[in-house]
């Protein structure tokens, strides 16, 4: 079964911190994609980045960066100095050979002035 | 020159009544997705087409129905609404490559 764990229900900084936002999951297949997006407080979902089971290679993009350690299922998201602007849901997903995503029940973040 | 639209972005009903909501892509994607959002922000999958064809169909009541007259569309449309239909619908497609999401409707059954 394919299954996305975010074990971080809510978490709460303060400008400038940098933090991470966890993600395990499994599945049986050998080729899978996994994601990242962020639901802001207006609702929409927004596309951060996709990682295919054959890159392990990290990857930063501006203030966000994305460790994912295969042997450990893990594809974890930092934001490095965060800002208030930071502040949404932020889902893991898992998307396997079918086409289905399989989303996390997402991390609440919340970066305070 | 929005990737993936939908309508309405809000939408009030009483129960019983039936609705649609429509969406539509202009990325040229081959397969379109209609997800659930309930209150508790949990996301999940309802149907996906590629090519006008269906290929998921989780289960979903049959008051349910997806409608795709053509690549760039799909619609939703809902029989019979009942209370534990609100929530907010998302509308996705993609190329393989990446999902691109719609914006949403925010559904509410009174």
């Given at each position: 079964a394919q299954k996305v764990t975010q074990a971080q229900t809510e978490i709460s900084v303060v400008e400038k911190e940098d933090v991470t936002l966890d993600c395990v999951y499994e599945?049986?297949?050998?080729?899978y994609y996994l994601f990242w997006y962020k639901q802001p407080p207006s609702g929409e979902l927004?596309?951060?980045i996709r990682r295919n089971s054959f890159d392990e290679q990290n990857e930063i993009s501006g203030r966000y960066s994305w460790n994912f350690q295969k042997s450990t299922s893990s594809f974890n998201f930092t934001i490095t100095a965060s800002q208030v602007v930071d502040s949404a849901v932020y889902f893991c997903a898992l998307g396997g050979s079918q086409g289905n995503l399989i989303f996390g029940k997402g991390t609440k973040l919340s970066v305070k002035p | 020159d929005t990737a993936v639209s939908q309508t309405p972005k809000y939408l009030v009903t009483q129960m019983?009544?039936?609705?649609?909501i429509k969406c539509e892509?202009?990325?040229?994607?081959?397969?379109?997705?209609?997800?659930?959002?309930d209150s508790k922000k949990f996301l999940k999958i309802m149907f996906s087409y590629n090519n006008k064809e269906l290929i998921i169909n989780e289960?979903?009541?049959?008051?349910?129905?997806?409608?795709?007259?053509?690549?760039a569309h799909l619609n939703l449309h809902i029989n019979s609404l009942e209370l534990g239909d609100s929530a907010v619908y998302f509308c996705a497609s993609s190329s393989g490559r990446i999902r691109i999401f719609g914006p949403g409707t925010r559904l509410t059954v009174t």
């Open positions: 599945t049986r297949d050998t080729t927004v596309f951060l | 019983g009544n039936d609705k649609s892509q202009n990325l040229g994607h081959d397969t379109m997705y209609w997800y659930k959002q289960t979903v009541p049959n008051r349910f129905s997806p409608k795709s007259p053509d690549k």
